[in-house]
């Protein structure tokens, strides 16, 4: 990619200013420049984006960053600053704005350039979502307008999953499922790309998997985790229940039952009770280290060895 120059006349109309106080900013060491041999001054989007954050300019930066999306340099530094509601905030212009394109442009340049799939979906993903969800039930966006967002961020995410490097496979198996009919499936779907990139063999089953389809997974493929993942549940005591059967389909087979989803409902559901699951999972990051946190036994045991 090439990096993006402007001049000062261009500067100036971006931040909304005469060139006379774009120059005087140079001459005061404010916004960084340099010359060509001819004496006029040229600025690099990096260097603006720095001026724009260090001195809270008035301009958006929602509209400053599609701009220069091609330049690389802007966009680490972005990342490095860990400016991630900048992101967020592209992230959530595209979605609701229906620009598919840009939004899978967008998730290729951020990971491209250092960004790793755990903050992607843990730092700009999920806030990207709370906030149409926050307008979905203020009222502010429209029934479609919701579909469209969440359809765009789907793609975007399984798109995603054609540039993410993929190791070596380590040999584990993974169910995946959303156990609620009508959930999203956004984040379930980032956690399959994110499973993969550890070299996980990920069998997702989707949303609204019923506690029976689990367990005949786990009984038929032995996998060495179960990632159950759930938002809103509707029922305290069936999704204990739910939990609880997983739990006991998993246990000869040495299977650890890893959920996640809405940290604070789970913590609420579960306090005082036995434990139902094996990991709780609040982040990507956490589901990123699993398989360090909760070893498995390499030991499958057969259906016939089962007591």
């Given at each position: 990619?090439?990096?993006?120059?402007?001049?000062?006349?261009?500067?100036?109309?971006?931040?909304?200013?005469?060139?006379?106080?774009?120059?005087?900013?140079?001459?005061?060491?404010?916004?960084?420049?340099?010359?060509?041999?001819?004496g006029h001054r040229k600025?690099?989007?990096?260097?603006?984006?720095?001026?724009?954050?260090?001195?809270?300019?008035?301009?958006?930066?929602v509209n400053f960053y599609p701009q220069f999306a091609s330049d690389e340099a802007i966009i680490r530094s972005i990342i490095t600053r860990k400016e991630y509601h900048v992101l967020t905030n592209v992230c959530f212009s595209a979605s609701i704005n229906g620009r598919k394109d840009e939004l899978v442009k967008f998730f290729t340049e951020v990971y491209k350039n250092g960004l790793t799939l755990p903050l992607l979906f843990d730092e700009i993903l999920r806030p990207a979502i709370q906030r149409i969800t926050d307008l979905n039930i203020s009222g502010k966006l429209s029934a479609a307008e919701i579909q469209l967002a969440f359809n765009v961020l789907s793609t975007g995410v399984v798109l995603l999953s054609d540039i993410v490097a993929k190791?070596?496979?380590?040999?584990?198996k993974a169910i995946c499922a959303t156990v609620e009919p009508d959930a999203v499936d956004i984040l379930l779907k980032a956690l399959v790309v994110l499973l993969e990139s550890e070299g996980y063999e990920?069998?997702?089953?989707?949303?609204g998997a019923g506690t029976d389809v689990v367990c005949q997974l786990i009984e038929s493929r032995k996998p060495q985790y179960v990632f159950l993942c759930a938002f809103h549940p509707?029922?305290?005591?069936t999704m204990l229940d739910k939990l609880k059967t997983v739990m006991e389909?998993?246990?000869?087979?040495?299977?650890?039952?890893?959920?996640?989803?809405?940290?604070?409902?789970?913590?609420k559901l579960t306090a005082g009770v036995q434990p139902v699951y094996d990991k709780l999972c609040p982040t990507f990051k956490?589901?990123?280290?699993?398989h360090h946190d909760v070893p498995v036994n390499q030991q499958i045991?057969?259906?016939?060895?089962?007591k």
């Open positions: 990619m090439t990096e993006v120059l402007l001049n000062t006349l261009e500067v100036s109309r971006m931040l909304q200013v005469d060139k006379s106080t774009v120059k005087r900013w140079t001459d005061e060491g404010k916004l960084k420049c340099f010359r060509t041999p001819g600025f690099r989007a990096e260097d603006l984006h720095q001026f724009i954050s260090e001195y809270n300019y008035g301009i958006s930066q190791p070596t496979p380590n040999g584990k990920v069998l997702n089953l989707g949303i509707a029922s305290a005591g389909t998993s246990a000869p087979f040495g299977t650890k039952v890893i959920i996640g989803g809405d940290a604070q409902t789970f913590q956490d589901f990123a280290n699993v045991v057969t259906g016939s060895n089962r």
